[in-house]
């Protein structure tokens, strides 16, 4: 691992507030490479503004953060899939579904 990669990866810790496994930032930082890569060939590097460790930075947190929902997604869709009930709660640990029937409902078309 080179200093850049270095700086981007603590970069990254420290925004994050943890550490990243071996395997996480190596995907991460990947996936990041070749987002930056896109960026530039379609809109330029912004005056160097895209190659900073900070922008780079970014991209890896978005990458970590795209892999962490969709895993939560599959064990949504597993758990459902298992015969668990219809109505899964959110991240946050609630459900925001209001049947049409409900007297609390504003469904247009009742």
């Known amino acids: 691992m080179d200093s850049r990669e270095e700086a981007v990866r603590q970069e990254a810790s420290d925004r994050l507030g ?9 995907d991460a930082y990947d996936r990041a490479q070749k987002k930056l890569r896109h960026i530039v060939a379609l809109y330029g590097d912004a005056d160097g503004a895209r190659n900073t460790v900070e922008y780079i930075a970014q991209l890896a947190i ?48 009742v």
């Open 18 to 26: 943890q550490e990243l496994s071996d395997a996480a930032w190596r």
């Open 62 to 109: 978005e990458a970590i953060q795209a892999d962490i929902l969709a895993r939560w997604t599959a064990a949504m869709y597993d758990a459902k899939n298992d015969g668990g009930p219809a109505q899964r709660p959110t991240p946050r640990g609630h459900n925001d579904i209001i049947p049409q029937d409900d007297p609390k409902s504003q469904a247009v078309f």
